[in-house]
């Protein structure tokens, strides 16, 4: 079956559900997933209930789509994502996000945890993500030519410097303190080691994490506006001198939660 027929069928099951037509895609990284309750939803489903969609195993995410308005704008959240560390393809992993645009979101806000690589970063800050390295062993474009989806998309301009602006507006007017820097996306599962780290912050990385650029990429291809937000929950390997968890990873995320929903609630409503 071609991509195309997949998002057919996926659209097709879901789109006469919907009240309205989302506008903003919003994916909820790890912890992340509460966002989600801030949405005047009118439909939740869970992946496995949609055509072809693969359901997520990580901790702490819920593994659904919520449909419904934010901040004035008609969103649909993905409760959760999917990661190649859990054996998902490049592919799978921004099919959800091709369904969304089929259903009619021209923007993603993308959220992720990440640690830190710079180490003027503390953990709880937020990161305006300006431009990423993808490390991740594969490509989200590279189907089979029966799929026929060869595209050499530009990515100069991936991440929206409008939408940009408009976050650290957001931000300024929430009292928030909004670091920027540059993501660089590596496969997990394991966290990365000491010496990873090093060679990561001479390539010009600033926060590392195990997402975000396939759908970013996916989402340059059929040219949406794109704004990236991560969430530092640890000091990457070798900043600090203890060990580092998943666990430290979610709990962190409570930390600072309210921050990144009132961050992303002042972007759709500026």
């Not at 496995?48 to 934010?70: C, M, N, Y």
């Not at 305006?128 to 594969?138: A, C, F, Q, V, Y």
């Not at 900043?239 to 968890?245: A, E």
Request: aromatic share 6%.
């Amino acid at each position: 079956m071609s991509l195309q027929d997949r998002i057919d069928q996926a659209v097709a099951t879901v789109a006469p559900r919907l009240k309205t037509c989302p506008r903003v895609a919003l994916i909820l990284g790890s912890g992340l997933g509460g966002l989600a309750d801030a949405v005047d939803a009118h439909l939740s489903l869970d992946y496995g209930d949609i055509p072809h969609f693969k359901e997520s195993d990580a901790p702490g995410h819920a593994g659904r789509l919520v449909f419904g308005e934010l901040a004035g704008q008609q969103v649909v959240c993905m409760q959760g994502r999917l990661h190649a560390y859990e054996g998902n393809s490049a592919e799978d992993i921004v099919f959800p996000l091709r369904v969304m645009n089929a259903l009619g979101a021209q923007t993603l806000v993308v959220t992720n945890a990440a640690g830190a690589v710079n180490t003027d970063f503390e953990v709880a800050d937020l990161m305006l993500i300006t431009d990423h390295i993808n490390l991740m062993g594969s490509h989200p474009l590279t189907l089979g030519e029966d799929q026929g989806l060869r595209d050499f998309t530009d990515m100069t301009y991936a991440y929206t410097a409008a939408l940009r602006e408009q976050a650290l507006a957001a931000a300024h007017a929430c009292g928030l303190t909004l670091r920027q820097g540059v993501y660089i996306g590596v496969r997990g599962p394991s966290f990365e080691t000491p010496a990873e780290i090093r060679a990561f912050r001479v390539w010009g990385a600033d926060a590392v994490g195990m997402s975000t650029v396939f759908e970013v990429i996916a989402a340059a291809s059929l040219g949406m506006d794109v704004l990236g937000l991560s969430f530092i929950t640890n000091m990457a390997a070798g900043v600090l001198d203890q060990p580092i968890s998943g666990e430290e990873v979610l709990e962190a995320s409570k930390v600072a939660i309210e921050n990144m929903k009132a961050l992303v609630l002042g972007v759709l409503a500026g």
